[in-house]
């Protein structure tokens, strides 16, 4: 038999505040904090969490369902009772039948055959706010590797060269291929074997040491030419500036012009200027009236000592505010259901919850920062019924771990 939806599902969010919650008449489910244990066996690793057991003892009414019930209803504290009396009258009517009832992640109760109330309970939900999406762990267990020595190789020995004693060599008929193939043994011989009295140039060996210390003279002699000609072409030497164009060791820098200072004359003919020279609202300068004589020192003081007018524009640039989008607002945090999705104690974390759920249409938020954890609500509600009916479709669809919370 399912149990109501309402009876259920208060009693399922009070056990994430509540170490008992007592259903008058019925019994009472307590909770018992069990810290992280590893099982050997099956090598799991499984959080701290509360163990949730009924006990059956427990039947008389501490008014903490009842009131929570009264809140959600709108109802008052004796009419809250009389719901629960009803449907716990209902219950004992399904156990007496042989059926059992369900408390929606909490567990279920039944008869066994000495007509003993019994509980099995529904371990798929941790109640310990702590633990909060931390799940179980396989682990496989971790083996010492044994060393396996290597063998030694063994390297093979060459062997010794023995002269040829060219009076020994006989040789009655040759082929012409076969005395090719002597000659060659001949010479051999004699460049491997030397003479009485002559003496023998020793073989030095090159060691690794050397031959890697030529490797890097090689390639860092061409790496100080390339820095000794970057410091040439470049102004590093004098100002300590430097471009890109001077790290080219290609580019063509004769045709980069430099800064040469104003002189106070000019030299330009009147056929080079512009028609219009200066033109404001208040009069025009054309190159007709500019002779050779014109002092062209005192028109440009003329020109710059003339007032200028503002610049005016369409539209005046006014600087965004900067929004926090994450962080809800005073008028979303200050209501009292909230349906938590998750929380974080690194901010990043939360923030990309966030837009996770608003990219699914949810008006998600971060609602605020509590004991060291940023909350990320799904929605924010005014009422406990809105709630309740978007934390069911929530719990089937998306994340079965979201909870209800209501701040007072």
Known sequence: MENNLEISSLVSDLLHHYDCVIVPELGGFVTDYRSARIDTELHIIHPPSKDLRFNAQLKKSDGLLANALSQAKSISHEEANARIKAEVDAFFSALDEGKTVRFEKVGILYLDSYKTLQFRVDDSLNYLLDSFRLKKVYAEPVYEIAEVPLPTPVLPVAEA??????????????????????????????STVPE?????????????????????????????FYLGLVALRSDVVHDGSIQMSDLNPFSNTSEVGKYAPRTDKFNLSLESLPEVIVKSDDDVIISEDLTEETNWDELAKEVDTRPSKELSYESEIVPATAINTYVAPLEISSLEFHVIGGCFGEEKNAKRLVDRLR???????????????????????????????????IKEGEQSEAWLLRKK
Request: glycine content about 6%; overall charge neutral.
């Open 161 to 190: 060269v023995t002269p040829v004693d060219e009076k020994k060599l006989i040789v009655h008929s040759v082929e012409p291929a076969v005395e090719k193939e002597i000659s060659i043994a001949k010479k051999m011989a004699e």
């Open 196 to 224: 009485l009295g002559e003496e023998s140039t020793p073989i030095v060996p090159i060691s690794e040491s050397s031959a890697g210390r030529r490797w890097m003279a090689a390639a860092i002699i061409p790496l100080l």
């Open 359 to 393: 990219q699914k249409g949810y008006a998600a938020y971060i609602m605020d920062f509590h004991k060291g954890l940023h909350r990320v609500t799904y929605g924010n509600y005014s009422t406990r019924a809105e709630a309740l009916k978007d934390l069911s479709a």
